[in-house]
């Protein structure tokens, strides 16, 4: 990735610096968060109030309220002042200028929320409130007067902590732990551990015993990474700080226990889930990192083609109705849920969802944990939602008939449901509701559409291999569908795989996309799934008002470069023809 570049010379002799100079000329914040179509006149009514009510900044309130992201204040602060915009994620340690932090001391920018950097040799200062001038005057005494740049304020704060982080001597934990350990080290060992899975974006984190190590893995984008072995002799006490921090009994290491804890690390306060199994070697530990602070990427963020997002937009505005999301585990269906559901949180609609676990925590939405033992059941949540007037409710997930009524019900009086269903295609969806006995009649009357989704591990821009498809190797039809008729290239064309890894990537892959497919119901398909067409047929007649698979959605993502055929094949199933193996239907996606 590119440094962002620097910031501009600073035209006026100095940046803005008191708010009260030329605040009148100023356009204000939420004039401009309208007029960049980020928040509407109603929210910012009710967050105005809301702000007079408690003192907090505008900005504050806009991002407790979840009516705006944070980078979405950041950017529009940056217009208001004047100020070059550092998104969080183009923000590293690599771009702190080092000397500076040295010279202020990284706890007084703690406490300031500053941070001084070297953009392409440029010295300048990291500011995330243009209207603390308390901060920036404090540092500004020692190092002299910079140029700013504005970011948000959980960047600002990531940064400061990694860079606490480092001074940490892991070595000499990890080295103490080989021999002896007292009981204030394992913590600090189980910190760090915690805290870099955080930095690697680890989603858990696996503490396995085995006979002679326990072995520490990360699960990064889906594949897990080992992090570190430690004698097998120091399990227990590192079971024991876990136990405690959850809340379960100690001296029980044989039974199976669950739990939960906070965690407050790189500026955020991390919700970890524990999950704890007996093995005949000791307890098998899962932490699971949930991030409430993380924001929500938006649907564009999360990768799915301009066709695929104009489908989903199109379903998210029916006032009613029920909408499907399905995939296998792992496949990012929760996380497509919260950002459809950010997207319809207006300010005026009000949602309710009930959920196995609550996932995301979503600010300004009522969220529900389902709790068999207190028989809050999705069903029976569904049910008493129906009191409480809601306009659209999310329900985790439909596994049984009971559940499935509901939330047929619940569409059919007036209300957009939202949830999953465990299936492989958007199709075959429509059979898992006939399977928990919902009648065609209903099926075709009330669901709007379903959406079926993967994740690819995208290729490292940074590292990635040129490479070539020889189009003849592809299935006829899928190459079709992908270049259109008659446009399918005669000769082999350029693509790309995974390099060997570098400094910006893990073995040559750099996050993750979405691969998706999007069946938005109209007459012809209403009528269709009435009368119980094949599977086969409804693909056929979506595909005349352009519908397309998640196999063409996956050549496509081969052919912009973004993951490599392979990744492609290995998840969503063969595309190509291969010498050894006979031929399987492209349209047919493979678990
Ligand atoms: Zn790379």
């Known amino acids: 990735m590119a440094n962002p570049r620097p910031p501009p010379p600073v035209a006026e002799p100095a940046p803005p ?94 406490e300031k929320r500053v941070l001084p950097l070297l953009l392409n040799g440029q010295p300048c200062l990291l500011i995330c409130d243009p209207l603390d001038t308390e901060g920036t005057d404090k540092v500004e005494s020692v190092l002299g007067k910079r140029p700013y740049a504005i970011t948000t304020p959980s960047g600002v704060e990531m940064i400061l902590q990694i860079l606490a982080f480092e001074t940490v001597d892991a070595d000499r934990i990890i080295e103490s732990a080989r021999e002896s350990i ?87 306060k991390l919700d970890i889930r ?39 937009n199109q379903l998210l505005r029916y006032p009613y109705g029920l909408v499907l999301v399905v995939g296998p585990t792992g496949s990012g269906k929760t996380t497509t849920l919260y950002s459809c559901l950010s997207r319809i949180n207006d300010g005026a609609t009000k949602i309710l969802t009930v959920e196995d676990p609550v996932e995301i925590r979503m600010p300004s939405i009522q969220q529900v944990q389902v709790n068999e033992k207190a028989e809050v059941t999705f069903a029976r949540s569904v049910r008493a939602f129906l009191r409480q007037d809601p306009d659209v409710i999310l329900v985790g997930e439909v596994r049984d008939e009971e559940t499935a009524r509901e939330a047929f019900r619940a569409a059919n009086t007036g209300h957009l449901v939202l949830t999953t269903l465990h299936a492989n295609t958007a199709v075959e969806a429509l059979g898992r509701l006939f399977d928990l006995d919902m009648d065609p009649y ?128 290995a998840t969503c199933g063969p595309m190509t023809t291969a010498p050894a193996k006979p031929a399987e239907k492209p349209s047919e996606v493979r678990r």
């Open 442 to 569: 209903q099926v075709s009357t009330t669901l709007l559409g379903s959406l079926a989704q993967r994740l690819l591990r995208k290729l490292c821009p940074n590292c990635k291999k040129r490479s070539s498809l020889n189009p003849a190797l592809l299935f006829p039809e899928l190459a079709e569908n992908v270049f259109g008729a008659g446009r399918v290239p005669t000769k082999p064309f350029e693509v790309w795989e995974a390099g060997k890894g570098c400094t910006q990537c893990s073995g040559g892959h750099s996050g993750r996309t979405v691969v998706a497919e999007v069946l938005a119901l109209d007459a012809e398909l209403r009528e269709a799934i009435y009368a119980r067409a094949s599977n086969e047929k409804l693909v056929q007649t979506a595909r005349k008002r352009g519908f397309r698979t998640m196999m063409d959605n996956a050549l496509w993502l081969v052919v912009k470069g973004i993951v490599s055929l392979q990744e492609a094949e």
């Open 274 to 312: 524990f999950a704890a199994s007996p093995t005949v070697e000791g307890p098998m530990m899962v932490l699971r990192i949930l991030d409430d602070t993380r924001s929500l990427a938006t649907l564009e963020e999360l990768g799915y083609t301009s066709w695929n997002l104009n489908a989903i």
């Open 17 to 110: 610096r008191r708010a009260t100079h030329s605040m009148a000329s100023r356009p204000r914040l939420g004039d401009m968060l309208i007029a960049a179509g980020l928040l509407n006149q109603q929210k910012l009514d009710q967050a105005v109030s809301m702000s007079k009510r408690t003192g907090d900044r505008l900005g504050d309130t806009l991002i407790k309220s979840g009516f705006c992201r944070p980078e979405d204040i950041a950017q529009a602060l940056s217009k208001q002042f004047h100020i070059d915009y550092i998104a969080p994620r183009q923000l590293s340690t690599s771009i702190v200028d080092r000397e500076a932090v040295k010279a202020v001391g990284v706890k007084v920018l703690e």
């Open 182 to 268: 007292e009981a204030g080290e394992v913590k600090t060992l189980f910190q760090y551990l915690l805290g870099k899975a955080v930095l690697e974006r680890a989603s858990d984190v696996h503490i396995e015993p085995t006979g002679v190590t326990t072995v520490v893995r990360y699960r990064v984008d889906g594949e897990l990474r080992t992090a570190l072995s430690l004698p097998r002799s120091r399990h227990e006490n590192l079971a024991n700080v876990i136990f405690g921090m959850a809340g379960v009994d100690l001296s029980d290491f044989g039974r199976l226990h669950d739990g939960r804890f906070t965690f407050h690390f790189a500026g955020r």
